[in-house]
Each structure stands twice: as C-alpha cells, then as structure tokens.
C-alpha cells in the first residue's frame, strides 16, 4: 500500500529565504506527483504536476524534483515571500492503477515571516 | 479558469441527523472525485465518478454515506445519520479525464455537535 510522508511537518523561515520542502512515498510505480498549496480553509490549488518520466518541473520561483527510484520528491521555493505562507501537500498517483487516485502526504505548514 | 464550484461552504448539524454536500465542476471535465479531510491530515478520496458511473467507492462508508451524479454533470454527496467523527472538510475535485490534473473546490467545513 503506497503511503506518503512529508518533513518537516512545520516549518518557519523570515522573508527572502530558499526552502526546500521533502515528500517521499514508499512504492515506486508512481503514474506522477504533484504538488498542491492550501490556503487555511480553503481548496488545494495544483503548483506542479511531474510526470514519471520527468525529473523536474519549474513555474516561477517554485522548482519540484522527482527521483522516482529513491521515491522522493522535493519542492524548492526561491526568495520566499510572506504570501506563500501555505500548508504545502504532495500527492502521487500509482502506475497502472484502475483509477486515478491520488494518495496525500499530511503536509507541511510553512509559515514565512516579514 | 473556471472553477470547482460547492456549497454550502460550512454546515453544522447535530449527529443523527441527514447532510448532503452539492458540487459542479468544471465544464467539460468528466471525471469528478469527493474526498474527505480530516484536520492535520491530506485529503483522503470517497468517490470517483466517470461520467454518472462510480468508478471507485472503495473508501465510502456506504452504510451511511452516498453520492451520486445522475446526468453526469454536478454531483451530490449526502450523509445520513452523521456521527460526530464525521466532522471533517469535504472536498470536490474534477479532471478532464483519470489522467489529467484535478483542479479542487474551497470545500464543504462540516462540523457535527
């Protein structure tokens, strides 16, 4: 059973700092991974989507690497700024799967501060 | 970009009593999906839909939850009775199809007393 973990939990950085963010998953036949941003009490908005064959996605200061053999992931924000401040989740769909199920981290809350 | 749309955006009832969760998607996008999400936790799926045809219920209580999409457009997620571990966002998401990215809605915050 595929299962999905993200480090840190929680993390506090001050304006302007590079972070980078961790996801690994358990079972390597993933289909892609994508990585969500959550607003407190709101729906997840899609920053990055990475095939299985990619190793790495870019849109704007955001950078997500894939090392599907390692089962990991990671989410580099560059010079970060007060309004990322977001609960960050990764999610995987497995290869070959019936459906497309996505099975979520638990996320990480990143708190940047002024 | 068109969004996901769900109402009510909050719902707080007593447990016992019957609660339905009402969702749109986007246009066009014929793969609609419900999860579940508990505080501190990621969204865990209920239900897809292909179309009007579930696709994948394996985690839906069914004993006391449902959903349905008759014409294959929005959709309907009800429970009855609801119990207090119950109490979670509720989330709808739709694709283009089982391949394409899901785009989300703001969700249902249900709340049982």
């Known amino acids: 059973k595929q299962e999905v973990t993200q480090i840190p939990a929680a993390l506090s950085v001050p304006e302007g700092e590079n972070l980078v963010l961790n996801c690994s998953f358990t079972?390597?036949?993933?289909?892609?991974l994508q990585w969500f941003r959550q607003d407190p009490g709101k729906g997840l908005t899609s920053l990055l989507l990475i095939q299985s064959s990619q190793r790495e996605q870019t849109s704007g200061r955001l950078n997500a690497s894939l090392d599907k053999s390692s089962g990991r992931s990671t989410l580099y924000i560059a010079a970060s700024q007060p309004g990322d401040s977001a609960t960050y989740l990764c999610?995987?769909?497995?290869?070959?799967?019936?459906?497309?199920?996505?099975?979520f981290g638990t996320g990480t809350l990143l708190a940047v501060q002024p | 970009e068109a969004e996901v749309a769900q109402s009510p955006r909050y719902k707080i009832t007593e447990k016992s009593q019957a609660v339905a969760f009402w969702c749109d998607p986007i246009s066009g996008h014929a793969t609609l999906y419900w999860y579940r999400q508990i505080l501190g936790q990621g969204p865990e799926l209920l239900v897809q839909?292909?179309?009007?045809?579930?696709?994948?219920d394996s985690q839906l209580p069914k004993d006391r939850f449902s959903a349905e999409r008759l014409k294959g457009v929005d959709s309907t997620l009800k429970i009855q009775p609801a119990e207090l571990g119950d109490s979670a966002m509720y989330l709808c998401?739709?694709?283009?199809?089982?391949?394409?990215?899901?785009?989300f809605g703001d969700g249902t915050r249900l709340s049982i007393l």
């Open positions: 998401a739709s694709s283009r199809g089982e391949t394409q990215p899901q785009h």
């Open positions: 079972d390597s036949a993933i289909y892609n």
């Open positions: 839909f292909q179309d009007e045809s579930v696709v994948d």
């Open positions: 999610a995987v769909r497995d290869y070959g799967g019936a459906t497309n199920k996505l099975i």
